[in-house]
T-cell receptor, first 112, second 110 residues
Framework: GAGVSQTPSNKVTEKGKYVELRCDPI?????LYWYRQSLGQGPEFLIY????????DSGLPNDRFFAVRPEGSVSTLKIQRTERGDSAVYLC??????????FGPGTRLTVL | GQQLNQSPQSMFIQEGEDVSMNCTSS?????WLWYKQEPGEGPVLLIA?????ELTSNGRLTAQFGITRKDSFLNISASIPSDVGIYFC??????????FGKGTKLTVNP
């Protein structure tokens, strides 16, 4: 069956630009998560959706970061006024209401 | 905030050897998970542990949820070249978010 998919796989942008990263979760998974992984580190939590609502956004680093999941399936992570420090791999995961989280391949974001 | 200490940071072993890595936390977790990540890929779930003291196997992999709920270990028996990768532990406490360790990089020499 299809796993979590993320697009684009790579994104190169210039400092100050706006980017959108997309996540398609496993069909039927109600929970969706975004994490960010820097080189040599483990993933760090950003935000968690249960259905359409953001149940926990405590990991978003500042108000330049925003995520939506309008129909309870696909989610988009939006980053405004990108900075070089935003460069990382952005990972999406999904799960049933509880249990193990299954990750997508990630989007590698590079801010020049 | 919660932090996980994962050790060792890296391991270089010969094919056929057994491997052991562990994770400790300053906080109690309700769930421990172990993931493997290969270059350019997302983490792949290996084993999930939901109960203190639980010992679970998945093929050549065995993991345990520490009785104090502050630690977990992962063992790999009879390692093979495709075991190469970075292994992450992750803990889940009172919320749904996962807290990850920094990973153990495993290299297997054939």
């Amino acid at each position: 069956g299809a796993g979590v998919s993320q697009t684009p796989s790579n994104k190169v942008t210039e400092k100050g630009k706006y980017v959108e990263l997309r996540c398609d979760p496993i069909s039927g998974h109600t929970a969706l998560y975004w994490y960010r992984q820097s080189l040599g580190q483990g993933p760090e939590f950003l935000i968690y959706f249960q259905g359409t609502g953001a149940a926990d956004d405590s990991g978003l680093p500042n108000d330049r970061f925003f995520a939506v999941r309008p129909e309870g399936s696909v989610s988009t992570l939006k980053i405004q006024r990108t900075e070089r420090g935003d460069s990382a791999v952005y990972l999406c995961a999904s799960s049933l209401t509880s249990g193990g989280q299954f990750f997508g391949p990630g989007t590698r974001l590079t801010v020049l | 905030g919660q932090q996980l200490n994962q050790s060792p940071q890296s391991m270089f072993i010969q094919e056929g050897e057994d491997v052991s890595m562990n994770c400790t936390s300053s906080s109690i977790f309700n769930t421990w998970l172990w993931y493997k990540q290969e270059p350019g890929e997302g983490p792949v779930l290996l084993i999930a542990l939901y109960k203190a003291g639980e010992l679970t196997s998945n093929g050549r992999l065995t993991a345990q949820f520490g009785i104090t709920r502050k630690d977990s270990f992962l063992n790999i028996s009879a390692s093979i070249p495709s075991d190469v990768g970075i292994y992450f532990c992750a803990g889940q406490g009172g919320s749904e978010k996962l807290v990850f360790g920094k990973g153990t990089k495993l290299t297997v020499n054939p």
